[in-house]
């Protein structure tokens, strides 16, 4: 049973404001661990989690456990058990943290009240003691960090079958991005996660296989260790830091730091190395 | 001075008026970008429910009034609650069409009160107390105009607490940030949608009985002219806050008082001039959210 | 919306989307399916049948038609040109309020107001002053442009649903200065047209023909006018804004001065429509400033078909024959001696027209004209092509 795709994604097309951001995508996503989405900026990952929540005008089939979910209104889409963490985290400003998680708690599925169980509360508690002393606060008042841990919070409440993660990692100090790469890897271990990650580092880390995107169009899949290894391939694929005028040579010469700038197109220098030593 | 006194307290009755009016307009607005021109026609329905309700009683007793109040409250929120689900909900997101449609509806409902209750105003009287007066600061003050602070302040802090206070409530103050966001976290925001309308119906119901109460008449134009300085004071409080709405109520209403008193009768004028000024320092009010 | 969500191929998808005001012509009524061959018939088409349709309408008042139902009497008849005047009016006022929410996509509340200017302006001009009809005209003209880009200029600060309270609260002020000084304006009353200067052959009841001309001459002039304004640069412009103000942004252009020129030509043209309106009713009322009657246009051109220069002329002549015709109905014998329930709404025509309306809206997107279309595609589609049936 276990081996089965938990999301299972055919022929997936999505539009927004009537233009095709997405093409035919296909791609599954094991009921296990962490599955990077990756790709160059702009090739439509942000816009794969947002059609498959239902967030944007999308066609094609997307099973979840089997069941077809692609007809679904998003919060439909989420009660089947997906928990969502947008790009910019998308905090409610005005709400305070508390309220924040209190609006996200949903009803246990079987038709009971709004509450969610004890363990959970726990798990939440533990990832995020931070957030927890500051649940009075408004959450605008927040620090970056501190608002994507609300974020990963309020998925993290529920009992999922699904996460999907954007960029958790984005514009986030480096001691920071170590913790919500903690996180993320805890929360892993009791729900499978979808993630689309920037970082090559964190996203070397903590995924167990990767789908790559290009021009709205899956382009690759499979262990994530086997493309994040092959330093050719991270290039042709991901095309971060290269030029295009530079050869594959090149950068296979210049192994460890040739990656470290590439990663760095993204995200800044320290973050980085940081990240990098966490690891 | 006692001059003075009678038009800030008559600008703060008045003022209440439109809050009643635009408190509704400005959620609406805030949570689902919605502009509803039928909003006037909520009100005038509940003041012509109200009068029913106190002609059949014909006893100028209080319980009269609060019946008629409920009443009135009761049939602006049904209606609007039947507008929300049989005409904006099928445009869902398309906000120039959910307008247009309450364009319709109010053209369309206005007519249908004429047909019904004639194109002349039916008068309307309440208990005594509230055309007798009291001194204030030396001033008369007449006791209608305590009922509309009393009852607009009433309103005000109850939709406070509702929006503090109740799951809904989060559900309305989340939706009015981030909408889609609302969806994402697995509530159906439309549900909101619906409670919002049914409040700002309720509140527009309870302000046409006290606007037939203060003016002593209904007409079908009465939401149509309240529902003018409504939107004046939405956008000069800043569309979709509360506490700007209510602010704006009280200065367009004492600043057109006092205009109409001391600069023979431009209380209008002055208003148009207000917004004009606010949206050339402020385009998104006083509490809006800057674009 | 962060810029990763937008793919490489976006730069080829930009090029339809800007340049789709080229095609302005009928953009949002065109055929779903329409290529570029029938795009080309159109072109050729529109131009014809638009000049048939203008001798018909010149030719009008020499013949004896009669279409019992629909016009009062036969067509030479002062009464029956008076309506068809009106219009012919109404379908120039809904083409300049085309300017502004149909290409710039501009809800403006307030365009009334600038009816009432050219109406009221004219009208007080020829009282106070012994200029002759065209000096006054210019005169009331300059004066309109004046007002709306004074107010265009504050009102366009603001966008969408604020910009349309706040034009709707200019014109509420406009109507309350009109109310407000009965010496000036006739208050409630009407301001009566001064005939001392304007030329005898038009004014009173037997020069009705001559009237209706002008109203048809106004009408080819404002048609004229608006498609060169649509198919000029500013007009592109315009209609990018309508689409997606942040890419007209992006491209470097600023959407503000393109608002604020539609704005103004929209409103002038609005002064105009205004001033023939006084010559033909030989005075204004302060109805024409109200609120109500920039509804009424707002009905009009989106029961045309929103977007579209002819959805405005048959959304106009459509609105008024059927206001004329309700109204006839309302105070009816038969609807008279109906059971209340059926009698109240139907004595009352804004209800209906109302109702109609709101029905329009949520089920006839395109209005009348974009109707038509489908249908004309449906029946081409059946005979021909099954490929364009998908609409």
Known sequence: MSTRPVLVVRGLTARIAGQQVLEDVSLEVPARGVTALLGRNGVGKTSTLKALMGLIERSGTIELDGEPVDRLATHKVVQRGVGYVPEDREVFGSLTVAENLRLAERSGGRGGRHGVSPERRELVGDLFPDIIDRSSQRAGTLSGGQQQMVALARALLNENRLLLVDEPTKGLSPRLVGEVTDALEKAAQVVPVLLVEQNLTVARRLAGDAVVLDGGRVVHAGPAADLLDDESRVVALLGVGGEPGQSQSQHQSQHQSQDQSQDQSQHQSQQHDTAEATS | MSTLVLLLVTGVGLGALYFLVASGLSLIYGLMGVLNFAHGSFLTLGAYAGWEVSRRMSDGSWLSLVLSLVVGAAVGALVAIATELLLIRRLYERHVEQVLVTVGLALATVALFDGIWGTDAVYVSGPAWLDETSGVLGAQIPHDRFLLIGVAVAVLLGIVAFLRFTRFGLVIRAGVENRSMVTALGIDVRMAFTVVFAIGGAAAGIGGVLASQYFGYVSPQLGASLLIFAFIVTVIGGLGSLLGAAIASLAVAVLQQLANFYASGTGDLVVVLLLAAVLLVRPSGLMGARA | MSTSTTPPTSREDDRPATTRGQHGDSHRA???????????????????????????????????????????????????????????????????????????????????????????????????????????????????????????????????ISFAMVTLAFAQAGSVLIRRNPSITGGEESLPLTTDHVPAALVGVIHTRNLYWVALALLVLVLVLVTWFERSRAGHVAAATRENELRVRVLGMRPYPVQLLAFVVGAGLAVVVGMVYLLLNSGVTPRVASADFTLTILVVVVLGGLGSRWGAVVGGIVYTLLDHRLTALASSDTVEQLPALLRVPLSEPLFLLGTLFVLVVLFVPGGLVGLGTRLADGVRGRRGSTADGAA
């Open chain 3, 30 to 160: 065109a055929t779903p399916g329409g290529d570029g061959a029938s795009r080309t018939r159109r072109r050729l088409v529109e131009p014809v049948a638009g000049l048939v349709l203008l001798v018909v309408l010149a030719v009008l008042p020499l013949l004896n038609l009669s279409i019992p139902g629909v016009l009062p009497g036969a067509t030479y008849t002062p009464g029956t040109l008076q309506l068809l005047a009106l219009c012919l009016l109404f379908a120039s006022l809904a083409l300049t309020y085309h300017v502004l929410f149909g290409i710039t996509g501009l809800l403006s509340f307030g365009h009334a107001l600038y009816l009432a200017v050219g109406a009221y302006g004219l009208g007080i001009v020829l009282e106070r002053t012994g200029l002759g009809l065209l000096p006054a005209m210019v005169v009331t003209l300059v004066l309109g442009i004046a007002v709306a880009t004074l107010l265009g200029a504050v009102s366009l600060r603001v966008s969408g």
